[in-house]
């Protein structure tokens, strides 16, 4: 199964919205770990939990936090351009469009964008733990509330067959002013309607959802 080596989502910039300030424990699709990357460069929770499926989606997450734990800043830039990664790409486990965000990292990447940003992630990068596994299986097993549960595209995937019960699932898992943070491709409108059914309201565009 091909997975995302560099996240294609550009939410580099919305996480630095003042949304993400007050986090302390967050849950969310793995992918490349390129989101829990972002927020904890950006801001301060005091876990993070991610969760996937894919084999190689876990890989390049893994991967990336190794880097990151044993690379200086100029060191993981210059991996961007590298031989390395070129044979990572060669190899077609990824998506293409996995690799355009290490070019334009400030869209992507934000933990990138500056060496204080790098070395402020690089301080907190234990605070990611790694599950490999169902999303909704392993997040009704965990314990307590999360102030953030990120999606991703979830609820358009094949796998997901009940929209409407993840979000159930999501809700019961969040704090009192907890956020759901998901991308979508549908119409705004069909977005509004299935987070209406289940208590739910989209903050702005980015389909930011919080309990109402």
């Not at 005091?46 to 894919?54: F, G, R, S, Y």
């Not at 409407?164 to 409108?189: E, F, M, N, P, W």
Request: charged share 25%; glycine share 4%; with cysteine.
């Amino acid at each position: 199964m091909k997975s995302y080596f560099f996240t294609n989502e550009k939410l580099a910039s919305f996480l630095a919205t003042d949304h993400f300030t007050n986090l302390d424990r967050v849950f969310g699709i793995g992918g490349g770990g390129d989101f829990a990357f972002n927020l904890l460069a950006l801001h301060a929770p005091t876990q993070i939990i991610l969760c996937d499926n894919n084999l190689r989606a876990v890989s390049a997450a893994h991967f990336k936090i190794n880097l990151i734990e044993h690379s200086s800043y100029e060191e993981f830039l210059k991996f961007l351009a590298s031989d390395q990664l070129a044979k990572i790409k060669k190899t077609k486990e990824y998506y293409p469009d996995s690799f355009k965000a290490a070019v334009h990292i400030n869209n992507y990447l934000r933990y990138l964008s500056y060496e204080e940003k790098f070395l402020a992630l690089q301080k907190t990068i234990k605070k990611i733990e790694i599950i490999e596994g169902d999303f909704t299986t392993e997040l009704a097993k965990q314990e307590g509330r999360f102030d953030l549960i990120y999606l991703s595209n979830l609820l358009e995937t094949k796998a997901c067959r009940d929209p409407g019960s993840v979000l159930k699932l999501c809700r019961s898992k969040l704090s009192d002013h907890g956020l759901i943070l998901l991308a979508s491709l549908d119409k705004q409108k069909h977005v509004d309607r299935l987070l209406h059914a289940h208590g739910l309201q989209r903050l702005d565009a980015a389909f930011l959802a919080q309990l109402q």
